[in-house]
């Protein structure tokens, strides 16, 4: 199995940037496709964005396609995501995850980081 860890999380004032790492440990980190997801409180937990296993495709959600960038450091075995013109609609606890497949179904992700706290303040 692989181990997931989140940082970066914190209070950014609406507008501003955050970047989101997920450290990965364990299997080979290039075996899997990766994702990011959101969970607002009071919300169901929501996919955000997904990047393949060669890092060659990647996939958003309407609500942050063009403000967020998902990616992949092999080297570092480290998910990123940067987000930018942050709105305080994107308050929640940002998880990353692993799956076999490229998805943005939250069924198909197998291994789930412990997630980071996000909070964008008007």
Do not use: H
Request: a positive charge; aromatic letters at 14%; hydrophobic letters at 35%.
């Amino acid at each position: 199995q692989v181990q997931l860890v989140e940082s970066g999380g914190g209070l950014v004032q609406a507008g501003g940037s955050l970047r989101l790492s997920c450290a990965a440990s364990g299997r080979t980190f290039s075996n899997y496709n990766m994702g990011w997801f959101r969970q607002a409180l009071g919300k169901e937990r929501e996919f955000v964005a997904a990047i393949s296993w060669s890092g060659g495709r990647t996939y958003y959600a309407d609500s942050v396609k063009g403000r967020f960038t998902i990616s992949r450091d092999f080297a570092e075995n480290t998910l990123y995501l940067q987000m930018n013109s942050l709105k305080p609609e994107d308050t929640a606890v940002y998880y990353c995850a692993a799956a076999y497949s490229f998805s943005s179904g939250q069924n198909d992700y197998r291994y789930w980081g412990q997630g980071t706290q996000v909070t964008v303040s008007s």
